[in-house]
């Protein structure tokens, strides 16, 4: 079975630019996460998706962070402008529903200079 | 009080030892835990779901203490490829909250 999907792995930008982070579930999967993990600390919820719909957006910098699942499956996930503190790795996951195990893809891990 | 609560270590046992872990969380009305596993550099992997009578898993038991507030999870007989950072997960029906992770090394 195929796992989560994620791209690029790796990206380096200046900061005030603009970057996409995109995401492919497991099939079947209905609710996916975007997480954001920055080097010593645990992964932090950015957005949780239930098929297209948003369950839950609440830690979503929205000024500069935006999410789309818009046919329900792949995703993706833009920052404009970047800035130095989204240095980090950013996660997506997905899960048959809310309560069940999440399994993660490999992440990409994003440098602002 | 923050959300999730886990001693960030790192823990250095020696091969063979046994080890436990504490997570202390904030919201009585949280619905499910679970414990993950994250190598460096890599994403995390479920270890196990943490259910109320609680569970074992060959080396791994988890327990939940609603009372207190905190789930557990004891590694018996430690291996060298246990060395890891492991994951607390609350899930508080209206969001998901990761701890900080608790670095283990085991020793030779």
């Known amino acids: 079975e195929a796992g989560v999907a994620q791209s690029p792995r790796y990206k380096i930008i200046e900061k005030r630019q603009s970057v996409a982070f995109w995401c492919n579930p497991i099939?079947?999967?209905?609710?996916l996460y975007w997480y954001q993990q920055i080097l010593g600390q645990g992964p932090k919820l950015l957005i949780q998706?239930?098929?297209?719909?948003?369950?839950?957006d609440s830690q979503l910098p929205k000024d500069r962070f935006s999410a789309e699942r818009l046919k329900g499956v792949d995703s993706t996930l833009k920052i404009q402008p970047a800035k130095l503190e989204d240095s980090a790795v950013y996660l997506c996951?997905?899960?048959?529903?809310?309560?069940?195990?999440?399994?993660f893809g490999p992440g990409t891990r994003l440098t602002v200079l | 009080r923050k959300e999730v609560e886990q001693d960030p270590g790192p823990f250095n046992v020696p091969e063979g030892a046994t080890v436990a872990f504490n997570c202390t969380y904030s919201?009585?009305?949280?619905?499910?835990f679970f414990w993950y596993r994250q190598d460096c550099r890599k994403e995390p992997k479920l270890l196990m779901s943490?259910?109320?009578s609680g569970n074992e898993d060959g080396r791994f038991t988890a327990q939940l203490n609603r009372a207190s507030q905190y789930i557990s999870l004891l590694i018996r007989d430690s291996k060298l490829s246990d060395s890891a950072t492991y994951l607390c997960?609350?899930?508080?029906?209206?969001?998901?909250?990761f701890g900080k992770g608790t670095r283990l090394h085991i020793l030779p």
């Open positions: 943490v259910y109320s």
């Open positions: 919201n009585s009305a949280s619905q499910s």
């Open positions: 998706f239930q098929n297209n719909g948003v369950v839950d």
């Open positions: 996951a997905s899960s048959l529903a809310g309560y069940n195990e999440q399994f």
């Open positions: 099939s079947g999967h209905a609710t």
């Open positions: 997960v609350v899930n508080m029906g209206s969001k998901i909250i």
